[in-house]
């Protein structure tokens, strides 16, 4: 257990369907990161918090978004879903030694 | 963006045998990561370094923080089936928000 949580593991939904990822960070980490990864590919980075603000984008969708909220933990929102957002979702935390850890991942399959 | 180039994309190799990856950059690194992921689960970090010439191992793997700051390189002696998987590098840049640039990651597989 590396403790950041991801739920779900798994979520099968519709094309046109609106889903939530949700992620709970590493006791006292105050960053949590969502990356995307698609079959065999590498990890894109979405977006990054920083203690409840938004502190970096990458290459995250306009039908995408997230938030942290004041218990730390964060959801990233998904909408309008289309079959090439099928993917691996992966949070991460981090602390002070720069080191990110993940969580296990949310497998979304759209169909 | 930032990238990193890593290399190679994958490799075949026999059962104890010796495996050598890098990555390089054209920018200046204070933190290098390397970080294995198996199928379906997130990347696990398996080596942080911090200074420039630094050299840590972790049982057979061994890492080393490129003199320049531009690049990095991970050995792993006496390849066995659980090395099998995807290894990523990562940097953070001189006065990044902690925010991490990665590699495309170098998949690991060992012939039959």
């Known amino acids: 257990d590396s403790g950041v949580t991801q739920t779900p593991k798994h979520l099968i939904t519709a094309t046109g369907q609106r889903v939530t990822l949700r992620c709970s960070p590493r006791s006292g980490d105050l960053s949590v990161y969502w990356y995307q990864q698609s079959l065999d590919q590498g990890l894109q980075f979405l977006i990054q918090y920083y203690n409840g603000e938004e502190r970096a984008k990458g290459n995250i969708l306009e039908r995408f978004s997230a938030q942290q909220f004041p218990d730390l933990h964060s959801e990233l929102n998904l909408s309008s879903l289309e079959l090439g957002d099928s993917a691996l979702y992966f949070c991460a935390s981090s602390g002070r030694n720069y080191g990110y850890t993940f969580g296990s991942g949310t497998r979304l399959t759209v169909v | 963006g930032q990238q990193l180039n890593q290399s190679p994309q994958s490799m075949f190799i026999q059962e104890g045998e010796d495996v050598s990856m890098n990555c390089t950059s054209s920018s200046i690194f204070n933190t290098w990561l390397w970080y294995k992921q198996d199928p379906g689960e997130g990347p696990v970090l398996l080596i942080a370094l911090y200074k420039a010439g630094e050299l840590t191992s972790n049982g057979r793997l061994t890492a080393q923080f490129g003199i320049t700051r531009k690049d990095s390189f991970l050995n792993i002696s006496a390849s066995i089936p659980s090395d099998v998987g995807i290894y990523f590098c990562?940097?953070?840049?001189?006065?990044?928000?902690?925010?991490?640039?990665w590699g495309a990651g170098t998949k690991l597989i060992i012939k039959p």
């Open positions: 990562a940097g953070r840049l001189v006065d990044s928000n902690y925010q991490l640039i």
